[in-house]
């Protein structure tokens, strides 16, 4: 059974352009998850996606959104990049999205200069 | 506001003996807990989760250890093997709140060394 696949694995980007990341959940795994981890805040929730729909959101800016699409794979675009936005963009994928293992992809390394 | 935090930043144990993690939490309302293994910019991987149902889940090596008066969480790893040298997250989620659904909250992390 395949995981969860994020590309692309690196990326870098100048101050001020847009970035859309992708994450393929594991087969039949209908929640999407993304967060965002630095080395001074840890691993923090952006947000979560069920069935195409938006149920959960973190503590981001606008500039930080997200979705899902029928076959459950899910794209999180970053605009107006900033040097703070620097980060290891991780997705995990679960079957409900509640009370279950959550399985992470590798992440996209994402580097704004 | 840490809802979740590992004290202990750093581990060191000799390979064959058993490792122990901790993680203590303040939400209440947690009810699944989780604990990941993680290599540097890789995605952390899953390694064994307990619902607040029971107090202990083993898992192979691992076994997770909950103590819900206490808020408090153990991770053991018997016994200790060189592959085992990481960083440990501990992470809780809330079932019972539809705002929290497909939310983990994480520890800082422990990194484990395992030494020959």
């Known amino acids: 059974k395949a995981g969860v696949t994020q590309t692309p694995r690196y990326l870098i980007k100048t101050r001020g352009q847009q970035v859309t990341l992708s994450c393929s959940p594991i087969s039949g795994h209908r929640s999407v998850s993304w967060y965002q981890q630095t080395p001074g805040q840890g691993l923090q929730f952006l947000f979560e996606y069920f069935s195409e729909t938006q149920r959960n959101k973190g503590n981001f800016p606008g500039r930080f959104s997200g979705r899902q699409f029928s076959n459950s794979r899910s794209e999180m675009n970053v605009s107006t990049l900033e040097l703070g936005d620097s980060a290891l963009y991780l997705c995990?994928?679960?079957?409900?999205?509640?009370?279950?293992?959550?399985?992470f992809g590798q992440g996209t390394r994402l580097t704004v200069v | 506001d840490q809802q979740v935090k590992q004290n202990s930043p750093s581990l060191s144990v000799q390979e064959g003996r058993i490792s122990i993690l901790n993680c203590d939490y303040t939400?209440?309302?947690?009810?699944?807990f989780l604990w990941y293994k993680k290599y540097p910019a890789e995605g952390p991987t899953f390694l064994i989760s307990?619902?607040?149902?029971?107090d202990k889940n083993e898992d192979g090596r691992f076994t997770v250890f909950l103590n819900k008066s206490a808020k408090h969480l153990s991770l053991h790893i018997v016994p200790s093997q060189p592959g085992d040298s990481a960083v440990y997250f501990c992470?809780?989620?809330?079932?019972?709140?539809?705002?929290?659904?497909?939310?983990?909250?994480f520890g800082a992390g422990t990194q484990v060394v395992v030494t020959p």
């Open positions: 939400n209440s309302m947690f009810d699944y």
């Open positions: 995990a994928s679960s079957q409900m999205g509640v009370a279950t293992e959550a399985f």
């Open positions: 307990i619902s607040s149902i029971k």
């Open positions: 992470a809780a989620s809330v079932s019972m709140t539809t705002d929290s659904w497909g939310k983990l909250q």
